[in-house]
Nanobody, 125 residues
Framework: QGQLVESGGGLAQTGGSLRLSCAAS????????MAWFRQAPGKEREFVAS????????YYADSVKGRFTITRDNGKNTVYLQMNSLKPEDTAVYYC??????????????????WGQGTQVTVSS
């Protein structure tokens, strides 16, 4: 069994930045595609970004492209989401997810077998 634990959420002002972390334990996720999803109140969970096992390929939702950056450190079994130029519409619970193998551009939550518990991000206007 594997476990994903997110951290780094909190309150930010519009235009500010936050960095989320997702630490994996219990198994190695080094060969896994990793992703971030988010869910705002009253809305469905949506894809944010994903990264290939090597970190060499990334994919972003149009709503965050150019503002968010996903990276990974396989030595630390950790994935990051750097969020810049935050907007109130970025307010949501952010979830880390993992799926075995390629491709890295799957955006459906049904494709991801492992999930973290989520971390709240609130952006004030």
């Amino acid at each position: 069994q594997g476990q994903l634990v997110e951290s780094g959420g909190g309150l930010a002002q519009t235009g500010g930045s936050l960095r989320l972390s997702c630490a994996a334990s219990g198994r190695t996720f080094r060969s896994y595609t990793m992703a971030w999803f988010r869910q705002a109140p009253g809305k469905e969970r949506e894809f944010v970004a994903s990264i290939s096992w090597s970190g060499g390929s990334t994919y972003y939702a149009d709503s965050v492209k150019g503002r968010f950056t996903i990276t990974r450190d396989n030595g630390k079994n950790t994935v990051y989401l750097q969020m810049n130029s935050l907007k109130p519409e970025d307010t949501a619970v952010y979830y880390c997810a993992a799926r075995s193998g390629p491709p890295y551009y799957y955006t459906s939550q049904l494709e991801y077998a492992y999930w973290g518990q989520g971390t709240q991000v609130t952006v004030s206007s």
